[in-house]
Antibody, heavy 119, light 107 residues
Framework: EVQLVESGGGLVQPGGSLRLSCAAS????????MNWVRQAPGKGLEWVSY????????YYADSVKGRFTISRDNAKNSLYLQMNSLRAEDTAVYYC????????????WGQGTMVTVSS | DIQMTQSPSSLSASVGDRVTITCRAS??????LNWYQQKPGKAPKLLIY???SLQSGVPSRFSGSGSGTDFTLTISSLQPEDFATYYC?????????FGQGTRLEIK
């Protein structure tokens, strides 16, 4: 079964750090581009970051640039999001999503992991 | 950045109704437009890609159309499981912006 499973969310104080992980299974992870998308409570979807299949190309939303770092380990079939200098407005459910290059769409999503930034 | 605007923001309809949701891009995005369905507490699910192509496993009552800046998602006959929030997303350029969502509620 094709699956993405996020982990690493939790409660963190403003200014703190957190590292999210996304474990992929059921497909050739190294062949796919990947993304992080977040959703603040009661709000819509916000794209956060993109990484190419090799990891050589990376993009960030302006709202997280300089604070978040996306990475991947193709040997471990895993995607990561290192989040530093966290702010209250980063509170959200974070989803990893597979990018189907043929369709230019996010065809597989994880279940999400909640990040709460609060003192 | 390309801005995506959906209308309406919310919609009440009955089972069996035909429903149309509109998405407008702030500039031409050709056919690089996707539609997702999200139910409460769940991850989004891809319904339509490239404006009008149905994702595998999605019922044929869902259809998409449009190109350039104006797009529509149509549900031909609403089923109980279709009550959810729908998002459009452009894949023409980074950032891959989403619309604000359309909440489809039971009348």
């Amino acid at each position: 079964e094709v699956q993405l499973v996020e982990s690493g969310g939790g409660l963190v104080q403003p200014g703190g750090s957190l590292r999210l992980s996304c474990a992929a299974s059921g497909f050739t992870f190294s062949s796919y581009e990947m993304n992080w998308v977040r959703q603040a409570p009661g709000k819509g979807l916000e794209w956060v970051s993109y990484i190419s299949s090799s990891g050589s190309t990376i993009y960030y939303a302006d709202s997280v640039k300089g604070r978040f770092t996306i990475s991947r380990d193709n040997a471990k079939n895993s995607l990561y999001l290192q989040m530093n200098s966290l702010r209250a407005e980063d509170t959200a459910v974070y989803y990893c999503a597979r990018d189907d290059g043929d369709r230019d769409a996010f065809d597989i999503w994880g279940q999400g992991t909640m990040v709460t930034v609060s003192s | 950045d390309i801005q995506m605007t959906q209308s309406p923001s919310s919609l009440s309809a009955s089972v069996g109704d035909r429903v149309t949701i509109t998405c407008r891009a702030s500039q031409s995005i050709s056919s690089y437009l996707n539609w997702y369905q999200q139910k409460p507490g769940k991850a989004p699910k891809l319904l339509i890609y490239a404006a009008s192509s149905l994702q595998s496993g999605v019922p044929s009552r869902f259809s998409g159309s449009g190109s350039g800046t104006d797009f529509t998602l149509t549900i031909s006959s609403l089923q109980p499981e279709d009550f959810a929030t729908y998002y459009c997303q452009q894949s023409y350029s980074t950032p891959r912006t989403f619309g604000q969502g359309t909440r489809l509620e039971i009348k």
